[in-house]
């Protein structure tokens, strides 16, 4: 899986991350289980503001199965 958090907001933040990541599953030939990406963390606390905590969490869980 990927998990991502950057400190801009800019919709095509993690365009380039996410376009390597699909080129490395592509030529290993497996299966993404999940994107996380959470653009606007910059200052302390703003992660808190979101749901990444949780669902990173929540996908950890979900992973032991």
């Known amino acids: 899986g990927l998990m991502l958090v950057g400190a801009a907001s ?3 933040l993690f ?3 996410k376009l ?5 599953l592509q030529f290993f ?3 993404s ?3 996380l990406c959470v653009p606007s ?3 302390k606390g703003d992660v808190k503001k979101t749901t990444a905590v949780l669902k990173a969490y929540e996908w950890g869980k979900s992973l032991k199965n």
């Not at 390597?20 to 490395?24: G, H, S």
């Open 15 to 17: 365009d380039a991350v």
């Open 33 to 35: 289980i999940g994107e």
């Open 29 to 31: 030939n497996l299966e």
């Open 41 to 43: 963390v910059k200052d």
């Open 10 to 12: 800019r919709p095509d």
């Open 20 to 24: 390597q990541y699909e080129m490395l």
